[in-house]
């Protein structure tokens, strides 16, 4: 079909694709699907990297990853750079009609159903239908959304490590407490392989040069640095980084799931979670290839759970929240905090930083995009919930700086789980924690200039001291729930609490 084709109207409608629908089965047919002829579009909008600041290394893989997909598709590719993604729809069809499959983000999807033209269809990427979690969570009664109940009905509905009567494999559903070992003592890196690393191609070096062009022009700015491409930035590398995981890394995954290292910033994780989030592999594919893993003697049950669990249920689980809870869950505030990002913070100043954990993790986001888990949910999520920080501010800040992070991700993730802003809507407990927790999980504490177990002091840990002032601002609240009582009833032994608190007044936004 050629360009006058497409503009007319005549022959199968295009399909438009988002810059995080860029696997095959966004663009095949089926139930629901594109036509198989359809011509494909891609509009490269400038106005993204306008309007927010974005890290230059996002910018750098998601406009390595459209470009990819524009090249593979060869001539059923129609690649649009324009201002805006109206202004590149016009240009590739005019007033013809375009499918799209549903957008990922509310700012999208309200972008794509005003276009009398385009046709929303189901959403693809994901394993359960709106309606399937609707169905379940409206028949709660206004009961909590348990994510262990989402995630067995998940497990059954996928046949995902199960016994052929219907019952878990190994006789539980959840392997959580196999999962928290600290770090190996005296270690530097875990005994696992590295990651499988992708190569960069002339596509890669195009777009570097593209957003320098933009940056010495004024037009854009971004944060940090980007450095060579890390991660998967097409199907077949996103497939070949899933091979490597689930035969190399796997094996150790889980036991030390939650642990932190100071050199080793990847652990054991699959960092599948950028592929994932740009479309490139599908959930169910990665949870079945695990699965295989585990059957055939290559992983153990334990770590194959870990990983079914984050892909099948906490990603699915976020997804179905974040359209679920409405456009009002990224505004909610329940704690009430109100205190700006410093500087030293949103703008990745890992160097202003003295506290070992805090300047090593923002060091990695400077410099990769990505930290995982852990990091993101104990040290920057930890530290800006004792600080009082927005949950919007901070929402918007996770979205722009990571490379897997995307609206639907970081609201949920942010505002309900790191932050506790909707009032114990998506967690039962506020995810706060002092220094004897990062002591225990990690290497930072050892060479760090502050002491875990000390709250007065130069060497105080900021941490430590921090989580008492939360633990005393927040105090009624936490008393009524079961699982943080015991933290607030700590205060009535705490000595030199007052001590403690006028510290903590006085550091104020300062880099710890």
Known sequence: MNDRDRRSGRGPRPHWIFGDQLGPHFTEPGEGGPDPDAPVVIVEARSVFRRRRFHRAKAHL?????????????????????????????????????????????????????????????????????????????????????????YRRVRRAEHLLLEPDGEPVGGRWNLDRDNREPPPRGASALPVPPPWWPEEDGIDEEVRADLDRWERSGEVRFLGRDGPRRFAATREEAVRALEHFCTARLPRFGQWEDAMLHDDPWMAHSLL???LNLGLLDPGECARRAEAAYRRGGAPLNSVEGFVRQVAGWREYVWQLYWYLGEDHRRRNELGHRTALPDWFAELDADAVRARCLSRTLAEVRDTGWVHHIPRLMVLGNWALQHGWDPAALTDWFHRSFVDGYDWVMVPNVVGMSQYADGGAVTTKPYAAGGAYLHRMSDFCG?????????????????????????????????????????????DRLSGLDEVLAAEAGRGSAAP
């Open 273 to 275: 979670s950028v592929p």
């Open 62 to 150: 998601v406009l390595s990853a459209m470009r990819h997909r524009a090249a593979e598709l060869g001539d059923r590719a129609c690649y649009v750079r324009a201002e805006t993604y109206r202004e590149g729809l016009r240009q590739a069809v005019g007033r013809s009609g375009v499918t799209v499959c549903h957008p990922t983000s509310r700012a999208a999807l309200g972008l794509v159903t005003a276009l009398p033209q385009a046709e929303v269809l189901e959403p693809r990427g994901f394993l359960v239908p709106f309606a399937d979690f609707r169905r379940w969570a409206d028949g709660l009664g206004g009961k909590r959304l348990l994510l262990e109940d989402f």
């Open 447 to 491: 060479p760090c200039r502050y002491r875990p177990t000390e709250r007065l002091g130069d060497r105080a840990c900021p941490f430590t001291t921090g989580y008492w002032a939360f633990v005393h601002r927040h105090r009624e609240l936490l008393a009524a729930n079961h699982r943080t009582a015991r933290a607030a009833a700590g205060l």
